[in-house]
T-cell receptor, first 115, second 109 residues
Framework: ETGVTQTPRHLVMGMTNKKSLKCEQH?????MYWYKQSAKKPLELMFV???????ENNSVPSRFSPECPNSSHLFLHLHTLQPEDSALYLC??????????????FGPGTRLTVL | RKEVEQDPGPFNVPEGATVAFNCTYS??????FFWYRQDCRKEPKLLMS???SGNEDGRFTAQLNRASQYISLLIRDSKLSDSATYLC??????????FGAGTRLTVKP
C-alpha cells in the first residue's frame, strides 16, 4: 500500500546535523500530520496542516520545523536535535474536510536515532 | 489522568479465544472514536470506527459508553494474525486525534 510514503525510512544523525524528513500522500487528502512515537508511549501529535495552513502545533520545540509546500507534501526539518528525540516519526493524512470521523492514513514512518 | 487510557497488556491468548480490550477517555466533549491496529515496527492502520452505541465487523465488535467515557473492543475466535498492538483513538476536534499507548495482544497456537 503506497497511499502515504515517507523517506528516509531510517536516519541516524548527530546533534549538530541538519536533516529533513519527507512525507508524500497520493490520496487527494487535504490534511497532513506529523506524529512522534517513542517506545511504550502513545503517539504524540506534533503538527497538523489543513489546506497547507498549520492549524496545530502542540508545543513542539523549535528544533523541529515543519513545512507544507502543497497538499501532497509535508516536510519536517530537524536541527540540533537531542538524544531524547530518537523515536519513530509518523506522517499521516486525512480528507480533512471537517468530518469528525476523519480516518487518518499513516505512512511507514522514519526511525530516527540521534547520537 | 491520561487523555486516553488503555490496559497495556500483554494479553496472551490461545487461538480461538475471545478477548476484550478496554479504553477510557477523559474529554467528555470527544465526538468520534476509533480502534487502530499496529503491527511490530509498522504504522498504525484503522481497524474500525466506533459509532453511537457501537458496531460489528466480522469477528470484531466495538462498543461505546458515553456516560462512562468507555470504549471496548471484542475479538472473537482469535487468529494468529490478530497478534498486534491495538490502539484506542479519540477525536477531540476535527484535526486532533489522541492515541492511547496501546494494548498488546499475542495469539498463540
Amino acid at each position: 500500500e503506497t497511499g502515504v510514503t515517507q523517506t528516509p525510512r531510517h536516519l541516524v544523525m548527530g546533534m549538530t546535523n541538519k536533516k529533513s524528513l519527507k512525507c508524500e500522500q497520493h490520496l487527494g487528502h487535504n490534511a497532513m500530520y506529523w506524529y512522534k512515537q517513542s517506545a511504550k508511549k502513545p503517539l504524540e501529535l506534533m503538527f497538523v496542516y489543513s489546506l497547507e495552513e498549520r492549524v496545530e502545533n502542540n508545543s513542539v520545540p523549535s528544533r523541529f520545523s515543519p513545512e507544507c509546500p502543497n497538499s501532497s507534501h509535508l516536510f519536517l526539518h530537524l536541527h540540533t536535535l537531542q538524544p531524547e528525540d530518537s523515536a519513530l516519526y509518523l506522517c499521516a493524512s486525512s480528507q480533512g474536510k471537517g468530518a469528525l470521523a476523519d480516518t487518518q492514513y499513516f505512512g511507514p514512518g522514519t526511525r530516527l536515532t540521534v547520537l | 489522568r491520561k487523555e486516553v487510557e488503555q490496559d497495556p497488556g500483554p494479553f496472551n491468548v490461545p487461538e480461538g479465544a475471545t478477548v476484550a480490550f478496554n479504553c477510557t477517555y477523559s474529554n467528555s466533549a470527544s465526538q468520534s472514536f476509533f480502534w487502530y491496529r499496529q503491527d511490530c515496527r509498522k504504522e498504525p492502520k484503522l481497524l474500525m470506527s466506533v459509532y453511537s452505541s457501537g458496531n460489528e465487523d466480522g469477528r470484531f465488535t466495538a462498543q461505546l459508553n458515553r456516560a462512562s467515557q468507555y470504549i471496548s473492543l471484542l475479538i472473537r475466535d482469535s487468529k494468529l494474525s490478530d497478534s498486534a498492538t491495538y490502539l484506542c483513538v479519540v477525536n477531540i476536534n476535527n484535526n486532533d486525534m489522541r492515541f492511547g499507548a496501546g494494548t498488546r495482544l499475542t495469539v498463540k497456537p
